[in-house]
């Protein structure tokens, strides 16, 4: 079944919509403060959403699908983990980070190190952030290149890998973060208005409601208990720590009007985690698991039984329950999702390799800013798509760039947060070891014991190495 053009037209309609918006934006971008931080002008509510629209994007939300699909309800504790985040780094991170930035006109996370440490901290820390956001990029490309091919069957996940890599670079290079921003509040408002309006109470209906999720999945998919310690600590150390160390984050920490605004955003954006969107993306991802052992799927190509991919499952699902018009509407919401990320992920990259590193070895003229940012997201969009043509699981993908970021980031942070005068050696060493180790585990896929996150041992590895040079560090002032 081809998608018909009612709903192609929509889904265009919506794309030129958003580049529309980045184009607009685009234009009073006049310096660098504009283009990365907003003018530190930005309100909590659009802040929140712009959060949440970006945490919880397309990798998210097919990935929540996914979870969904293979576990039920339980997989919701997923998202419980951003809630933590979000309110824990209000209360620890905030209060320490913007004043500091305020001050000295910060546009990025790793400047806030080299402010505690030094450049050369910074540079690394740029280094280590722009690798993990590129990973994150390609997360949300592979995602959209998911529900893309799922929704046109004609076009190969690689095919729709290279649309959709377009897409978003070029969205991204127009816009700074005002648009992104704004392009957030409105996306999420899409998403929202698709699942609560349209996927859910259709999907219910479709499905046969609750006496047929009854009759066909067992209890275990009902049951909020379902999950091991050992799975909730793994999503628990991954993504909670990413509130300490995001870059995405940081520039909307910088992009708020004062630290009490920068505080609500936070909390805007941990409720919309858990229980708002974690419930909604699991719910429809059972529906869809339920409309596969029912045989909605025979008919192309997945009878029940067969080997079908988690995350196929939920756009499989959309595709066969929704009628002309609200199937361009759904596509439209979930591709808001995927751009919300993705745009967020180029522009925290484009960051970091232009003010972090690119101008560690090289002075930017400062009229040329906004155009160098631009050439380096192309080039960064480029890079992404070709990692997202070798990955095949979104989830796997995107907790890998988180992981990789975690345990090279997070130690060094918690120097800045706790220690009046960390050491610089201390956090070089805590996040060369940290990456490295985690980076290692993951490549040489090491079975580790008791099923722990391989993010696990490179933050524990982080730890030791900070807390060895800190000790020296003290030691060594302590005899001068």
Not at 278 to 306: C, D, H, K, S
């Amino acid at each position: 079944m081809e998608i018909h053009f009612i709903d192609l037209t929509i889904f265009v309609v919506y794309l030129v919509i958003m580049l529309g918006i980045g184009f607009y934006f685009m234009k009073r971008n006049k310096s660098e403060e504009d283009y990365y931080v907003g003018g530190r002008s930005m309100s909590a509510g659009h802040i929140g959403l712009s959060v949440v629209a970006t945490d919880v994007g397309g990798g998210f939300s097919i990935g929540l699908g996914g979870l969904g699909f293979m576990m039920g309800l339980s997989g919701s504790w997923m998202l419980f983990t951003g809630l933590l985040g979000a309110w824990i780094s209000a209360v620890l991170l905030i209060p320490k980070v913007y004043p500091v930035a305020v001050k000295h006109n910060f546009l990025t996370f790793p400047q806030s190190l080299a402010f505690h440490y030094n450049k050369k901290v910074a540079l690394v820390a740029g280094i280590i952030s722009l690798i993990g956001y590129i990973g994150f990029t390609s997360s949300q490309i592979l995602a959209g290149a998911k529900l893309a091919s799922a929704t046109f069957p004609s076009v190969s996940i690689t095919d729709a890998i290279l649309i959709m890599g377009v897409i978003a670079i070029v969205y991204t290079a127009v816009g700074g973060i005002k648009a992104v921003i704004y392009t957030d509040t409105i996306q999420w408002i899409i998403l929202m208005a698709g699942l609560i309006g349209i996927g859910i109470p259709l999907g219910y209906i479709h499905i046969g409601g609750w006496d047929a999720i009854r009759a066909t999945l067992p209890d275990s998919f009902l049951s909020l208990t379902e999950v091991t310690f050992v799975q909730f600590f793994n999503w628990l150390i991954t993504i909670v720590p990413i509130w300490f160390v995001g870059m995405t984050l940081y520039q909307r920490i910088y992009a708020c009007r004062d630290e009490k605004t920068a505080k609500k955003a936070w909390r805007i954006a941990g409720l919309f985690e858990w229980p708002v969107m974690a419930f909604m993306g699991i719910a429809l991802g059972l529906f869809a698991r339920v409309g596969y052992e029912q045989g909605m799927f025979t008919n192309i190509g997945f009878a029940p039984g067969t080997g079908l991919d988690a995350e196929l499952g939920l756009p499989l699902f959309l595709r066969s329950i929704l009628p002309v018009g609200l199937m361009g509407l759904m596509l439209s919401a979930y591709f808001s999702a995927i751009m919300s990320t993705a745009d967020s992920c180029l522009m925290a990259a484009s960051g970091n390799f232009s003010t972090d590193i690119l101008s560690y070895f090289k002075r930017v003229k400062k009229y040329n800013t906004i155009k160098n940012s631009q050439v380096i997201t192309l080039i960064i969009g480029v890079v992404a798509v070709l990692l997202a043509t070798h990955m095949q699981n979104v989830l796997e993908l995107m907790l890998y760039s988180y992981a990789f970021m975690v345990s090279g980031l997070l130690v060094p942070v918690l120097g800045t947060l706790m220690l009046k005068r960390p050491s610089a050696k201390a956090a070089m060493a805590a996040m060369i070891s940290g990456g490295l180790t985690t980076l290692t585990l993951i490549l040489m896929q090491v079975e580790l014991p008791l099923g722990l996150d391989a993010n696990f041992f490179g933050i524990a590895v982080s730890a030791i190495a900070f807390a060895i040079f800190q000790s020296a560090s003290n030691t060594n002032k302590v005899v001068a």
